[in-house]
């Protein structure tokens, strides 16, 4: 734990909450249901947060621990040794290459699972972002999923509201 996971979580909590307050009462002039993006978001937010707690703090672990560390390690890579990163993310590293990691935790699932590797790799960019923080990246991709949900709440409505 660093100086990022302490002052980055806040930061983008509060940034991404006037982004959408902003947002739903300049929406909500011409549409009435902008009323619920704030609590969806609010939700969603909360629930990213809730499941990140519960994973570290009473399973000790699990696969979205485990998608964190593998990009935490990635984005290492990337700050300590670039050529190696980019063969891991553009690359197909197998066995013989987890050595290139240089990692601290054991749990190897992505020498063994290509789509598990994708979907740590896909984290990367957004780690980078949020400064290796996991509940800051937590929070902005509950940000970024909640956009597309409210997208399809917003056609379900058009669709079938009387």
């Known amino acids: 734990m660093d100086i990022f996971d302490i002052l980055l979580p806040p930061f983008y909590l509060v940034l991404?909450?006037?982004i959408g307050y902003k947002y739903s009462t300049k929406k909500?002039?011409?549409n009435k249901v902008?009323?619920?993006?704030?609590?969806?978001?609010l939700a969603k937010?909360?629930?990213?947060?809730?499941?990140?707690?519960?994973y570290q703090f009473y399973y000790g672990g699990?696969?979205?621990i485990n998608y964190y560390q593998t990009s935490f390690t990635l984005v290492n890579v990337l700050y300590d040794n670039p050529?190696?990163?980019?063969f891991l993310f553009f690359g197909d590293p197998g066995m013989s290459d987890y050595y290139l990691?240089?990692?601290t935790f054991s749990?190897?699932?992505?020498?063994?699972d290509p789509y598990a590797f994708f979907v740590a790799k896909c984290f990367v960019p957004i780690l980078i972002v949020c400064g290796k923080s996991y509940m800051a990246s937590a929070i902005l991709v509950a940000s970024i999923c909640y956009l597309a949900v409210w997208r399809l709440f917003l056609v379900m409505y058009s669709e079938f509201a009387v």
């Open 62 to 64: 699990g696969d979205t």
């Open 101 to 103: 990691m240089n990692s």
């Open 16 to 18: 991404i909450l006037l």
């Open 107 to 112: 749990f190897t699932y992505w020498v063994n």
């Open 45 to 54: 937010i909360a629930g990213a947060v809730l499941l990140g707690l519960v």
């Open 83 to 86: 050529n190696d990163f980019f």
């Open 28 to 30: 909500s002039r011409a």
């Open 34 to 41: 902008y009323k619920y993006f704030m609590p969806g978001l």
